[in-house]
């Protein structure tokens, strides 16, 4: 039976399918960690107390990043060269969702403006995140090689988007509320384009890696337009919602150290 979990327990068991996976998902979450310090380093002065979370932001990121590099070697395996067709977080840069690059290269100040689209791009990139890294949590969390990453990685991607839901509500009380909206809906829909191609051009990847037959390349790109198709009709709201998280101040502490995993 074709499922999520069988799906990517393929992926876990080749190495190589297993690398490109690792490898993607490293670059994703150093380059985000990069994006966070620059604009930590960057902040209004009137926002500058919110430039410790994001500092905590990308240093969770760049952690990430690190164990996947770091389960990567616990395998004896190498990180692969990015196929820019499945770099999700260069071609959201590159689609304008998030702060341009140029932009955060330079040494001037971002305004408050920028900072609430930072806030708004990141509510939604995140929700992709947590619900992803809950789907692997639901089926791997207890495994013996990536459950204990799986189960950190998630308590985290859960951290961000409270962190979003609440800075977000604090810049709507203060007069933004029709800024992020528009924001939050532009952002959404085209995260949902993107994240259908990437999700094609990374199958196309894994089935050509693991001899997968037509029949079944053919079903599971069918399952991504049929996904694709339902979040543009419906589904993307979820990802503009603003409600008050559990989880206050989530991003408040030090970011917690990468475990070892040799």
């Given at each position: 039976?074709?499922?999520?979990?069988?799906?990517?327990?393929?992926?876990?068991?080749?190495?190589?399918?297993?690398?490109?996976?690792?490898?993607?998902?490293?670059?994703?979450?150093?380059?985000?960690?990069?994006?966070?310090?620059?604009?930590?380093?960057?902040?209004?002065?009137?926002?500058?107390?919110?430039?410790?979370?994001?500092?905590?932001?990308?240093?969770?990121?760049?952690?990430?990043?690190?164990?996947?590099?770091?389960?990567?070697?616990?395998?004896g395996l190498r990180p692969v060269e990015v196929p820019p067709?499945?770099?999700?977080?260069?071609?959201?840069?590159?689609?304008?969702?998030?702060?341009?690059?140029?932009?955060?290269?330079?040494?001037?100040?971002?305004?408050?403006?920028?900072?609430?689209?930072?806030?708004?791009?990141?509510?939604?990139?995140?929700?992709?995140?947590?619900?992803?890294?809950?789907?692997?949590?639901?089926?791997?969390?207890?495994?013996?090689?990536?459950?204990?990453?799986?189960?950190?990685?998630?308590?985290?991607?859960?951290?961000?988007?409270?962190?979003?839901?609440?800075?977000?509500?604090?810049?709507?009380?203060?007069?933004?509320?029709?800024?992020?909206?528009?924001?939050?809906?532009?952002?959404?829909?085209?995260?949902?384009?993107?994240?259908?191609?990437?999700?094609?051009?990374?199958?196309?990847?894994?089935?050509?890696?693991?001899?997968?037959?037509?029949?079944?390349?053919?079903?599971?790109?069918?399952?991504?337009?049929?996904?694709?198709?339902?979040?543009?009709?419906?589904?993307?709201?979820?990802?503009?919602?603003?409600?008050?998280?559990?989880?206050?101040?989530?991003?408040?502490?030090?970011?917690?150290?990468?475990?070892?995993?040799?």
């Amino acid at each position: 039976m074709l499922s999520a979990k069988s799906l990517f327990q393929e992926i876990l068991d080749n190495d190589e399918s297993f690398r490109l996976f690792c490898s993607i998902a490293a670059s994703g979450e150093t380059q985000g960690g990069w994006e966070n310090a620059r604009i930590a380093a960057l902040v209004p002065e009137d926002e500058r107390a919110l430039a410790p979370k994001i500092t905590r932001h990308g240093a969770d990121e760049d952690k990430h990043g690190r164990i996947f590099n770091a389960l990567m070697k616990k395998r004896g395996l190498r990180p692969v060269e990015v196929p820019p067709e499945t770099d999700y977080t260069m071609l959201l840069e590159r689609h304008g969702i998030g702060l341009a690059h140029d932009k955060l290269k330079s040494d001037q100040a971002l305004t408050v403006q920028d900072i609430v689209t930072y806030l708004a791009h990141s509510r939604v990139t995140e929700q992709r995140a947590s619900e992803q890294m809950e789907l692997l949590r639901k089926h791997f969390a207890d495994h013996p090689d990536i459950g204990r990453a799986v189960r950190m990685i998630s308590d985290d991607e859960d951290n961000h988007l409270a962190y979003c839901h609440e800075e977000l509500l604090r810049f709507a009380a203060a007069g933004h509320g029709r800024a992020i909206q528009r924001t939050l809906r532009e952002a959404a829909l085209a995260e949902i384009r993107m994240y259908r191609d990437v999700s094609l051009a990374v199958m196309d990847h894994m089935g050509r890696i693991l001899g997968w037959p037509g029949a079944k390349r053919w079903f599971l790109a069918a399952a991504i337009h049929a996904v694709y198709v339902y979040e543009r009709l419906a589904g993307w709201r979820r990802m503009v919602s603003l409600q008050m998280p559990e989880r206050r101040d989530a991003l408040g502490g030090p970011a917690s150290s990468a475990p070892e995993f040799a």
